[in-house]
């Protein structure tokens, strides 16, 4: 029977989460939490999305995850195969780590993204040490939105929830959301959190929520960015002439697999005609090219991005 076709929209927000094979170990130390994370960092940025909360245990792990219109499968995969590749190097071993594809909710209402928020933050509670102490927890999100450990990682959005709360001071946030967790972890199911909290009026919110818009033509992104970078040289001969014809199209792949959507296969053999892993390396750069400071590709991509255009 084939499987189910997951559920997504533009303008959703997730419920992520991912277990590993058999329940054995997902993260057998810290270095593998640490490694983990960084890719989370690596390609929230990479794609443009928001990571609101994440809790990593052994086993398995929970992000409430805002693709900001990008495909959100396309972003699991990438982080995913990213950590497969190492864990398999590192440990001598083959074959899966993870168990099937990812479970993915729409957290389709205001109250189900605060239920969600508060189930991932209390996921620690199992963890020997740390009931009632949950945001001490160093793989948890928590302890970041109570302000008692700083993000070095600059990894989570914490303004979408203090959004929901109306509180714009951080340390009246963290007294009541520390209180709404905590009042959570004792309504049991994330089905009943959700229930309880649907009938409650006090967490009012109207989002304003803005997302990058992911399905421009090809062509007027290819279009768009030649008229911004390529230039009159004729001599290709000249190191510099050519260096820039590396970073056009390094460029033009990133903004195609990032806001048109185009898999690494449909860049490199309807575009570019070269392998996945060098479209891969080639959108890799043009993520560096965008990540400079100053960087001219920046407000090129912001322009696209904003539909300027």
């Known amino acids: 029977m084939p499987r189910k076709a997951r559920e997504k929209h533009p303008e959703a927000i997730f419920h992520i989460m991912c277990r590993s ?57 990438s982080i995913n195969t990213a950590y497969v590749r190492y864990y398999n190097k590192k440990y001598n071993r083959h074959g899966h780590v993870f168990q099937d594809r990812f479970e993915s909710r729409i957290l389709d209402t205001d109250e189900y993204n605060l239920a969600v928020s508060a189930y991932i933050h209390n996921n620690a509670h199992d963890i020997e040490g740390y009931a009632g102490k949950e945001e001490n927890y160093k793989y948890s999100s928590y302890g970041i939105y109570l302000g008692q450990r700083k993000d070095f990682q600059n990894l989570v959005d914490t303004s979408f929830i203090m959004g929901l709360f109306n509180k714009d001071n951080s340390k009246k946030f963290a007294e009541k959301y520390f209180a709404f967790v905590s009042h959570q972890r004792d309504i049991g199911s994330l089905k009943e959190m959700k229930k309880r909290l649907e009938k409650a009026a006090e967490y009012e919110y109207i989002s304003g929520k803005k997302i990058i818009l992911r399905d421009i033509q090809p062509s007027k992104v290819i279009s768009y960015i030649s008229g911004k970078l ?48 060098g479209c891969s390396r080639l959108c890799d750069k043009g993520y560096e090219l965008i990540s400079r400071e100053n960087s001219i590709y920046k407000g090129i991509f912001d322009e696209l991005a904003d539909c300027r255009i």
């Open 21 to 77: 094979v058999s329940e054995f170990m997902l993260f057998r130390d810290d270095d593998d939490k640490d490694y983990y994370i960084g890719l989370l960092k690596r390609y929230k940025e990479k794609y443009q999305c928001h990571i609101y909360a994440y809790c990593l245990m052994d086993s398995h792990l929970h992000l409430h995850l805002d693709p900001n219109g990008f495909d959100v499968s396309k972003f699991m995969h």
């Open 230 to 277: 390529m230039t009159a040289e004729k001599d290709s001969r000249a190191a510099g002439y050519r260096r820039k014809v590396y970073e056009f199209r390094a460029f033009t792949a990133y903004a195609l697999r990032v806001l048109c959507g185009l898999s690494y296969k449909d860049i490199s053999s309807s575009i570019y005609n070269i392998t996945i892993s």
